[in-house]
C-alpha cells in the first residue's frame, strides 16, 4: 500500500489548493453575522464528498445549520467506519493579534514546522483534520484501496455545543450505524513522538449576568454607598477557588475519578519540560491546583475558567461610573464521571447563593457535554496504533485530552460504538488563538495514516 | 433687583433655546472621534460670553482643548467674581438605555420636574449650570444691574481631568486674580430643599491590565494549568477591600480626616429615606463601609469602585478560551488630606505587589485631583447662603458632597482664592448617566439666585 505516498507526492500542491479555499471561508458559528458563510462552507464540504467518491451524499437539515453525510458502502459484510468533523470555526478575534488576515490563509515556517504551516482560522481545528479524511478517501476509491465501508458526518455547530447533532443522531442511528467513530480534531505531543488521545473533558459553559442600580451611576455620587455591580462579581468570581486553587462549588467534585498512583505515574512518562511549557507561553510561573502535575491539571482534573467578562466604560480615556450590570462567560472543563447538567445546576445554584441582596444575579446556561475516556486495548485502538506504527515508524502513547468533544459520549450512548481520536495537530498550532496554523507535513502524514486505519481495522475485525 | 424676575419671564424661551443649540453638540472629550465637535462647543460658548456683555472674550491655547476666557471690569475697586464651569461632556454610552438620542435635546415632564426637564448629555453637567451664569451676566450687563467685575473661565477637559487647565491657571494668575470662584458643576438636596456643597472628594483613576500567556489559548488545553488572567485580576480586585468592605491598600487611610461625633450629628440631619433611596435605584440592600451611614459612605468616606472591566470574548455566542491580557478602570474617590498622587503611588505599589508570578501587571495612572472643602463662616458662604434664602425664600443647607471638581484645590494653590459651589441640580438628573436631565425650574432658578449672589457678595465685601 506504498502508493499511498506516491498519490500525495504527485497531489499535494492540489491538496492544500484545495483546503485553502475551504480555510477561505468564514465559517464563525458563534457569531450570527456569519450565517451566510458558515452555509457557504457546508456547501463546500457537500461538493468535496461527492468529489472524493461518495454516494447519498446530502445535506441534512437540522434546528441549527446543517449536517453533510455522505457514505461509500461497498460491502454489507465488511466493518464500517462513521467518520465525524465539524466545518465551522472559532471566532477569530482578538484580530489585531494575527499577523496575516484570518482567512486569508498563507503558508508560512515555523521552527516546529520547517515544511511550512497554513495559518488561518481553522487550519488545524477542525477544517485541516476534516479535510485530511477526505482526501484520504479519495485516495482509497480512485485506486481501489477502500477496505470498508465508510460513512461521513460533518457539523456545523462543533464550537457552540453541537446541538443540532444531540437532535441529529438519535433521529438517524440506522443511516449512522457503524463498528467504530473515528475523529481527527485532537493533537499529538510532537512531530516525532506521534500520541492516541483516550481521554476527554466534559464542559459545562454558562454566562451570568449580575445587576446592580437600575442604572449607571456617577461614581463620585453613589460611589461607596451602593453595591458596584462589577466589584461584585469579580468578589463572586474570585470566591470560586480556594487558596489552593480547589473550586469551591460544593458538590463539585463529588463524582470526580480519582487516579491511581499507577495510572498517575504511567501518565508521569510523557515527556514534558516545564522550563520550555512557560518559555513557550512567556509565562514566569505555571498556576493550578495544588498537588497535581501541569499535565494532570489540563487533563485529568476539572477546571473553571472566565472566558469573558465586560461592564462599565471599557472606551478610550476615563469615564467614572458605577455601571448597572455586569457579565461574565464562564467554562468548567469536567472529568469523566462528572454530569455536565447536574454541574451546571451546581454552579447555577452556589452562584446564585453567594450573591449579597445589593443586587440580583442571572446565569444562563449556554451549552455543555460529558466527558469520555476510551479503552486501549480494543481493535480500534488497536488498529489506529499500528497505523501510526506504520506512517510514523513510532508507537504512539495513549495522552489524556484536556480539551472536550461533548458528541463523543453522545455517541456512544445513541450508537453504542467507540469513538478513536486519531489527531494530527500540535498544542502550539494555537487552535481557538490568533495565528492558528496546521503543519503541512502533519496535513499530509494524516492522509498517509488514515488508510491504514482503515486496512488494519478491517483486517483486525475479521 | 426685582426686575431679575421679569426679566426671566421675557426670555426664558429664548434662554432654553441656545442651551438647546449647545446641548446639541457632541462635547465628548474622552473620545478623540468628537474632537471637531468638542472644538465648535468651545466657539459656541465664546460667542455666547460676547453676546452676554463680556469684553476681552478670547480663546485661550493649551495643549489640549482650548480654555473660553472673558471678562467685564467695571471698577479696580470693586470685588472680582471668577466663574468657573466646563463646556465638555462624559460620553453618552450606553447609548441604548437612552429614550431619546443624548445629542437631540427634548423637554420632558417628569414626577420630580413637573415644570419640564431637559432631557441631553450635559444638560445639568455641566453645560446647563455652566450658561445660567452666562445668562445671569446677559441680565446683569443689560439691565445695569452688575455691582462688581467678572471673569469667566469655561474649560474643555473637566472630564478627563483638567490637565490643560492645570497646565493654565498657574501660566495665568494675574489674568484669573479674583476675590471669589463661583461654580455650578454640584447639586442641591431637593427643590425644596436648596444646599450648598461645602466638601469635594478628590480622585485618583488608574487602568490596569494584567497579562498571563503571551496569546489566548484553548481552555481545554490549557484549563487549570495556566494562570486564566481574567480569573487572577478578579482575584486581584475583590483583595481590595475586606469583608467589612474597608479598602485593604497599605496607608489608604492613613491622612482620612474623621469627623467629630458633633460633625457627623450635624450631617444626620439632612434629610435622608433609605427606602426611597433604595427605590430610586430599585436595589434589594445599599452596600458600603461598616461603621457608616449611606450619607457618609458617599461623602466623608473615601472608596475605590471598578469603573471598566474586559477581557476575553464578549461577543455573541461561546467560545472556550483563556486571554492573554485583562484589563480594569478604577478610580478613587479620596477624603480632604489624602494626596492623589500619594495614593496613586501606594494603588501601584500594592496592586503589583498581589501580583502572582503567573502573571504581570502594568497600572496606568489616568488623572486625579485633591479633596476639598469650603469654611461656611467666609463672605462667600454667606453671601451665597442670603442668594438662595432671597430666591428660595429658605436657608440653604451644607452639604458634602461624594463628587470630584478637582481644579478647585488646584485654584486655592496658585490663586489663593475660596470657590463657593452653587449647584442646582440634583442627584436624580442622572448626570453621567443615560438619559440626563436638568430641571427648567432650576435652570431658571439658577439665573435668578446667581445675580443675588454678585449683589450680596458685594455689599459684604465692603
Not at 5 to 15: E, L, T, V
Not at 60 to 73: A, D, L, Q, S, V
Not at 205 to 231: F, Q, W
Request: a negative charge.
Amino acid at each position: 500500500m506504498n502508493t499511498i505516498q506516491s498519490y500525495i507526492k504527485d497531489n499535494k500542491q492540489r491538496f492544500l489548493n484545495e483546503l485553502i479555499e475551504l480555510l477561505k471561508i468564514p465559517s464563525v458559528s458563534a457569531d450570527s453575522a456569519y450565517k451566510k458563510d458558515v452555509l457557504l462552507t457546508a456547501d463546500f464540504v457537500l461538493e468535496s464528498l461527492k468529489k472524493a467518491g461518495c454516494d447519498n451524499v446530502e445535506m441534512c437539515e437540522t434546528p441549527g445549520y446543517p449536517i453533510i453525510y455522505g457514505e461509500k458502502i461497498i460491502d454489507k459484510n465488511l466493518p464500517t467506519v462513521l467518520v465525524y468533523g465539524h466545518y465551522d470555526v472559532q471566532p477569530a478575534d482578538p484580530i489585531e493579534l494575527w499577523t496575516s488576515p484570518p482567512f486569508e490563509p498563507v503558508i508560512k515556517n515555523t521552527e516546529i514546522h520547517p515544511e511550512g504551516a497554513i495559518f488561518a482560522r481553522g487550519a488545524c481545528d477542525d477544517k485541516g483534520q476534516m479535510y485530511m479524511h477526505v482526501k484520504a478517501l479519495e485516495y482509497m476509491t480512485s485506486t481501489g484501496n477502500l477496505p470498508c465501508n465508510v460513512k461521513f458526518m460533518i457539523e456545523g455547530e462543533e464550537e457552540v455545543g453541537s446541538e443540532s447533532l444531540a437532535w441529529f443522531v438519535p433521529r438517524n442511528t440506522e443511516k449512522l450505524a457503524n463498528d467504530v467513530i473515528i475523529i481527527s480534531d485532537t493533537g499529538m505531543i510532537a512531530n516525532d513522538i506521534p500520541s492516541i488521545t483516550t481521554g476527554l473533558r466534559g464542559l459545562s459553559y454558562v454566562e451570568v449576568e449580575v445587576t446592580g442600580p437600575n442604572r449607571d451611576l456617577h461614581s463620585g455620587l453613589y460611589g461607596g454607598a451602593v453595591a458596584n455591580p462589577i466589584n461584585i462579581l469579580t468578589k463572586m468570581i474570585a470566591s470560586l477557588h480556594d487558596e489552593n486553587n480547589h473550586i469551591t462549588i460544593p458538590g463539585f467534585y463529588d463524582n470526580v475519578e480519582e487516579l491511581s498512583t499507577e495510572e498517575r505515574a504511567e501518565m508521569a512518562k510523557a515527556p514534558f519540560s516545564l522550563e520550555k511549557y512557560k518559555d513557550a507561553l512567556k509565562i514566569g510561573d505555571v498556576h493550578g491546583e495544588a498537588g497535581y502535575s501541569t499535565n494532570e491539571r489540563n487533563a485529568i482534573r476539572p477546571t473553571l475558567d472566565v472566558n469573558g467578562i465586560w461592564g462599565g466604560y471599557t472606551g478610550e480615556g476615563a469615564k467614572t461610573v458605577i455601571a448597572s450590570k455586569a457579565f461574565a462567560k464562564i467554562s468548567m472543563r469536567l472529568v469523566p464521571n462528572q454530569d455536565w447538567k447536574e454541574i451546571t445546576e451546581l454552579f447555577k445554584k452556589h452562584f446564585e447563593s453567594i450573591a449579597p441582596k445589593s443586587v440580583t444575579v442571572l446565569v444562563k446556561p449556554h451549552h455543555g457535554g460529558q466527558g469520555y475516556v476510551t479503552p486501549i486495548d480494543n481493535t480500534a485502538y488497536k488498529a489506529a496504533s499500528k497505523a501510526y506504527e506504520t506512517s510514523f515508524g513510532k508507537t504512539p502513547i495513549p495522552q489524556r485530552s484536556g480539551g472536550s468533544i461533548p458528541i463523543v459520549a453522545l455517541f456512544e450512548q445513541h450508537l453504542k460504538s467507540k469513538t478513536i481520536l486519531m489527531g494530527f495537530g500540535l498544542d502550539s498550532d494555537a487552535i481557538h488563538s490568533p495565528n492558528e496554523h496546521f503543519g503541512v507535513w502533519n496535513y499530509l502524514k494524516g492522509i498517509e495514516t488514515i488508510p491504514y486505519f482503515y486496512k488494519y481495522f478491517t483486517e483486525m475485525s475479521k
